[in-house]
Nanobody, 124 residues
Framework: QVQLVESGGGLVQAGGSLRLSCAASGRTFSSYRMAWFRQTPGKEREFVATVNWSGGSTYYADSVKGRFTISRDNAKNTVYLQMNSLKPEDTAVYYC?????????????????WGQGTQVTVSS
């Protein structure tokens, strides 16, 4: 019953920045762990970042640590992914995901709800 809609993707040069947003509706947003995943052709969807229900605890894949920041605004039912120092290898479709849990989760199969994805393309 949870609906997730991503936005903010686009084309950016290497070294640039983008901020992705994921707006949630249909359920109580504040109770859900939220995450970002990404997928490129020929690869499985991979974990990027996650944030707990309060926004006080975050966890990142090694490939984006120090460059990406996940955050949430429960009053706006929205989770964000601030992406800085973008690299061509960051090019992918980015998906937001949600699950009603307090456990830190990093696997695709562990999340219940998914958005439609937004394309991020980083040029050299």
């Amino acid at each position: 019953q949870v609906q997730l809609v991503e936005s903010g993707g686009g084309l950016v040069q290497a070294g640039g920045s983008l901020r992705l947003s994921c707006a949630a509706s249909g359920r109580t947003f504040s109770s859900y762990r939220m995450a970002w995943f990404r997928q490129t052709p020929g690869k499985e969807r991979e974990f990027v970042a996650t944030v707990n229900w309060s926004g006080g605890s975050t966890y990142y894949a090694d490939s984006v640590k120090g460059r990406f920041t996940i955050s949430r605004d429960n009053a706006k039912n929205t989770v964000y992914l601030q992406m800085n120092s973008l690299k061509p290898e960051d090019t992918a479709v980015y998906y937001c995901a949600a699950r009603y849990t307090i456990v830190l989760l990093t696997k695709r199969a562990e999340y219940d709800y998914w958005g439609q994805g937004t394309q991020v393309t980083v040029s050299s």
